[in-house]
């Protein structure tokens, strides 16, 4: 596509239900990163993908939180057992190229805000 | 630990004034740095960013910014605002290659008649 593709824009989950965001990087763009945006603040690293590996998980805030990209596109973000404190935006990016790969722009999403009751 | 520091929380200016967001970064080494602009909902835009090179960037929609490796600052300037630029901008740092970008929380730009 010609951009990042994030569904849902909108979540409501109940507190302690399991949630799945997904993330449809830019066509042929290596890596893939998440970030976390909670209210009036600027969005956080939470992991990044090269390809299908997973390099860097250091900004995932528990382990509820679970990432993947199986076959080095697609991505998806799940949260188990949602919290109050998990509600956010999240954003996810893309890039052309691998790490250490140069100058390189992260494009993101629209983001899908996540609310937990 | 790389960090950015955006000190206006919130800035108000008139339609066809001149603006600049300030951006201070903390980084060891020679930065990357990044403009991103955020509407409502939607998610982020670049703007401009600087690799290396020229300290002064064009980016889109009429901005730039100014690279200053002594006082650690770029910040963002617009010499005449429109009502369509109002929104929340970021600035960001990033390391030499693809690695995760360091944001500051943002300002609020509002745009008065």
């Known amino acids: 596509g010609a951009g990042v593709s994030q569904s849902p824009r909108y979540k409501v989950a109940k507190r302690g239900q399991d949630v799945a965001l997904r993330c449809d990087p830019i066509?042929?763009?290596?890596?893939l990163f998440w970030y976390q945006q909670a209210l009036g603040q600027g969005p956080e690293f939470l992991t990044y993908?090269?390809?299908?590996?997973?390099?860097?998980k250091s900004g995932l805030p528990s382990d509820r939180f679970f990432a993947e990209r199986p076959e080095g596109s697609v991505s998806t973000l799940k949260i188990q057992r949602t919290q109050q404190e998990d509600s956010a935006v999240y954003l996810c990016?893309?890039?052309?190229?691998?790490?250490?790969?140069?100058?390189?722009?992260?494009?993101f999403g629209a983001g899908t805000r996540l609310s937990v009751l | 630990a790389q960090s950015v520091t955006q000190p206006d929380i919130h800035i108000t200016v008139s339609e066809g004034a001149s603006l600049e967001l300030r951006c201070n970064y903390s980084?060891?080494?020679?930065?990357?740095l990044f403009w991103y602009v955020q509407s409502p909902g939607q998610g982020l835009q670049l703007l401009l960013k600087?690799?290396?090179?020229?300290?002064l960037v064009q980016g889109i929609k009429g901005f730039e910014a100014e690279f200053k490796r002594s006082q650690s600052s770029f910040n963002l300037r617009k010499p005449s605002v429109h009502w369509s630029d109002a929104a929340e901008y970021f600035c960001?740092?990033?390391?030499?290659?693809?690695?995760?970008?360091?944001f500051g929380k943002g300002t609020r730009l509002s745009v008065i008649a």
């Open positions: 993908f090269q390809n299908e590996a997973q390099l860097d």
């Open positions: 990016a893309s890039s052309l190229q691998k790490l250490w790969g140069g100058k390189n722009i992260q494009y």
């Open positions: 960001a740092v990033g390391a030499v290659g693809n690695t995760p970008l360091v």
């Open positions: 980084y060891g080494a020679t930065p990357y």
């Open positions: 066509s042929g763009h290596v890596s």
């Open positions: 600087y690799f290396s090179g020229d300290t």
